[in-house]
């Protein structure tokens, strides 16, 4: 069965820290993908990325980056300079191809603090 | 704005009751998928109707069911309502079933069960 894993429940900074949010995954599947999304306190699901896993180069968007690497099953999530508008639960969820639906991890709230 | 739409925003109805909610679709997207966002389970996949026809089941209750209607707006109705249904439940939308492509979330409608 597949499965995400964010070990991070809450994660805690001071603004214009840099914070990496961790994502750990299993799966069987040789093709999958992977998505993180942001949950702002108003509580609405914003994508951010969506990842295949035949592309193991890290992305870059500004200030937010990423790192997939298949060997150790991790899709990381990092936020540079943070602001305080970062603050949100971050979500990270991998594809199931047979039924297309998302599983998600349990999400990690970010609090980035003045 | 992910050009998902979702109503109500809010309901607070009573134990035993019935609810609709209502989800439309991005423009051009012909799949639709629910997902409850509870705080002790996460966001859990419910189900997935494409073009009409259901196409993947999750953790959806016998009390729980849905419809995809012709011009692909969806509904999710709840009967026999009990205090544990109290969540946030999101519609989702994609683009097409042949490969796993993002789906983007409608704002969300929060159910609270009294």
């Known amino acids: 069965a597949q499965k995400v894993t964010q070990a991070q429940t809450e994660i805690s900074v001071v603004e214009k820290e840099d914070v990496t949010l961790d994502c750990v995954y299993e799966?069987?599947?040789?093709?999958?993908?992977l998505f993180w999304y942001k949950q702002p306190p108003s509580g609405e699901l914003v994508f951010l990325i969506r990842r295949n896993s035949f592309d193991e180069q890290n992305e870059i968007s500004g200030r937010y980056s990423w790192n997939f690497q298949k060997s150790t099953s991790s899709f990381n999530f990092t936020i540079t300079a943070s602001q305080v508008v970062d603050s949100a639960v971050y979500v990270c969820?991998?594809?199931?191809?047979?039924?297309?639906?998302?599983?998600f991890g349990q999400g990690t709230r970010l609090t980035i603090n003045p | 704005d992910s050009g998902v739409t979702q109503t109500p925003k809010h309901l607070i109805t009573a134990t035993g009751q019935r609810v609709t909610l209502r989800c439309s679709p991005r423009s051009g997207d012909l799949s639709v998928y629910w997902y409850q966002q509870s705080l002790d389970q996460g966001l859990q996949f419910l189900i997935q109707?494409?073009?009409?026809?259901?196409?993947a089941k999750g953790n959806i209750l016998e009390r729980f069911s849905a419809q995809q209607f012709p011009d692909l707006h969806s509904e999710l109705n709840l009967s026999s309502l009990e205090l544990g249904d109290s969540a946030l439940y999101f519609c989702?939308?994609?683009?097409?079933?042949?490969?796993?492509?993002?789906?983007?979330f409608g704002p969300g409608t929060r159910l609270t069960v009294l």
């Open positions: 109707y494409y073009n009409g026809e259901e196409r």
């Open positions: 799966t069987r599947d040789t093709t999958y993908y």
């Open positions: 969820a991998l594809s199931d191809p047979g039924a297309q639906k998302l599983v």
């Open positions: 989702a939308s994609s683009v097409d079933i042949e490969e796993i492509d993002t789906q983007y």
